[in-house]
């Protein structure tokens, strides 16, 4: 990779990055319009670089981008966060049985450290509340990866996780949870029993939904 190539690389994911932890923090609303010349002198790199981005942020869900219209945060009614957390759910749980009959121990093992240290966040005085979602993105990303059907992945992106970046996600961190939320969740698949990991999936997934709403 030349020196040009990287620089272009490594300014798109600073981009990239920032925006979408704008979008997840609530300071760029569903709905609002990103003008690409704005965004340019915001962060002052040039258009294809802001362009680069973008085309992230929408594989991502994150942003639409329609002819005439420009670039806009995506915005999800009532109704298509309720279409979308079923998509991800039937995806979600699946990956659970998957991961209970197939994962590796090494696999067991690199989960069980992010599931601990998702938890460890979720303990924090004060925690940055855009960082932690995108660490739960991530996080709910690799189960899926994990699984090693790409697809599962791939369509986690493009639907039900829009929904988990939404602020749904951030209004039911101040519910009470376990102290080993995520935790729990992995050991449940460790036993090896995809009908016991598809209802703690199920249980997961549900948890707090009723006050966030």
């Known amino acids: ?39 340019v002198k915001k962060f002052g790199v040039s258009l294809s670089i802001v362009n680069e981005a973008l085309s992230r942020l929408v594989t991502d869900g994150l942003v639409e981008t329609k002819e005439m219209y420009g670039t806009r945060v995506i ?23 998957l991961l209970a009959e197939f994962a590796t121990a090494e696999t067991f093992k690199t989960l069980l450290e992010e599931a601990k240290a998702i938890d460890r966040w979720m303990q924090e005085f004060g925690h940055d509340e855009s960082r932690g979602s995108l660490l739960h993105r991530e996080f709910h990303l690799k189960l899926s990866r994990s699984t090693g059907y790409t697809r599962l992945e791939e369509v986690l992106k493009r639907s039900g996780i829009r929904s988990l970046l939404t602020m749904l996600f951030i209004k039911n961190l101040s519910n009470p949870h376990p102290v080993d939320f995520h935790e729990q ?29």
């Open 75 to 97: 915005s999800l009614d009532s109704r298509s966060l309720e279409d979308e957390f079923v998509l991800r759910e039937a995806i979600e749980r699946h990956a659970a049985r």
């Open 185 to 213: 969740l992995v050991r449940a698949f460790m036993k090896r029993d995809p009908a016991l990991a598809d209802q703690k999936m199920r249980e997961h997934l549900h948890y707090g939904r009723t006050v966030a709403k």
């Open 1 to 39: 990779m030349s020196p040009a190539t990287d620089t272009f690389k490594t300014k798109s994911s600073f981009v990239y990055g920032e925006l979408k932890q704008g979008i997840t923090a609530g300071d760029y609303p569903p709905g609002q319009h990103l003008v690409r010349r704005n965004l």
